[in-house]
């Protein structure tokens, strides 16, 4: 009795490989080991990962088909899995889609409400922008704009690129003088999606603060109209390509905070006017 419920169990599980049979494929899994490092010291140029992945889909179909015994199943139990692997394949390539989709919108290091919950410091975005961007279309990060002075006027160019960055993180003006600021939008990206203004505040006002209010004031370019007293000047809000220039009398000396009150940018896009 024991014997035939043996024999009807072997049954279902049907094929046993042959020790020759295992040794044979063991032994095509270690030379293709031997390829797969032997080929890595090699350049194919865009090649590489197919090449790669070719060496890795044959072993990995050996180990299925003989090791798991895949060859010797019933065709659904190839197909179930099979479409397993489709679905993971799937789920895997809609993953990335919407990463990608997202990527332009995340800020380097930033998240201040975690850090804040846990007591502790925010990350410096100012270091993160620098090594996620450290060369970029804007050039000078980190960088201190005094302007020139022309006719009396103390002209000052700041940039802005796509990667969420100003080309200065200090504009430095004699208090008293009368400026015109320039800036352009050197990325290709809509105002839309990446808007750029310089808003300057007036000193004692907090950037962190004036760009959480702002956010609330879409129509309005991100200016909210009852914050204007904390404001000394702000640029138009700029898509790709544009540029915008204002005039303004600079204040007595002293120090206070500039950003761009695009959602989510001030955390990375702000920095010091200072008056001297
Ligand atoms: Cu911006």
Redesign the pocket.
């Known amino acids: 009795m024991s014997d035939s419920r043996e024999s009807s169990e072997n049954a279902a599980h049907g094929h046993v490989s042959s020790v020759g049979q295992l040794l044979g494929i063991w032994a095509a899994l270690m030379v293709l080991t031997v390829v797969t490092v032997a080929v890595a010291q090699l350049h194919f140029g865009v090649f590489n990962l197919l090449v790669a992945m070719a060496i890795a889909v044959v072993k990995g179909s050996l180990v299925v088909l003989y090791f798991m015994h895949m060859k010797y199943e019933t065709p659904f139990n190839a197909i179930a899995f099979v479409s397993s692997l489709l679905f993971l394949a799937l789920f895997i390539a809609v993953t990335l889609l919407d990463a990608r989709e997202y990527e332009p919108n995340v800020i380097p290091g930033y998240a201040p409400v975690i850090a804040q919950a846990k007591g502790a410091p925010a990350v410096s975005p100012q270091t993160a922008t620098v090594e996620h961007g450290a060369s970029t279309a804007a050039g000078e990060i980190d960088g201190v704009v005094r302007g020139t002075l022309v006719d009396g006027i103390v002209k000052v160019e700041v940039t802005?690129n796509d990667l969420?960055q100003f080309s200065a993180t200090t504009i430095e003006v004699p208090a008293g003088a009368t400026v015109e600021l320039t800036l352009k939008h050197i990325g290709s990206q809509s105002k839309e999606v990446m808007?750029?203004n310089l808003v300057i505040l007036v000193e004692g006002e907090d950037f962190m603060a004036y760009g959480t209010a702002a956010v609330a004031a879409k129509e309005f370019d991100y200016i909210p109209p009852d914050l204007n007293d904390q404001v000394l000047a702000h640029t138009k809000l700029l898509g790709g390509g544009e540029s915008d220039t204002i005039t303004f009398t600079a204040p007595g000396p002293g120090t206070s905070d500039f950003l761009?009150s695009?959602p989510g940018?001030f955390a990375v896009?702000k920095g010091k006017f200072v008056t001297k």
């Open positions: 802005a969420m808007g750029h761009c695009f940018h896009m």
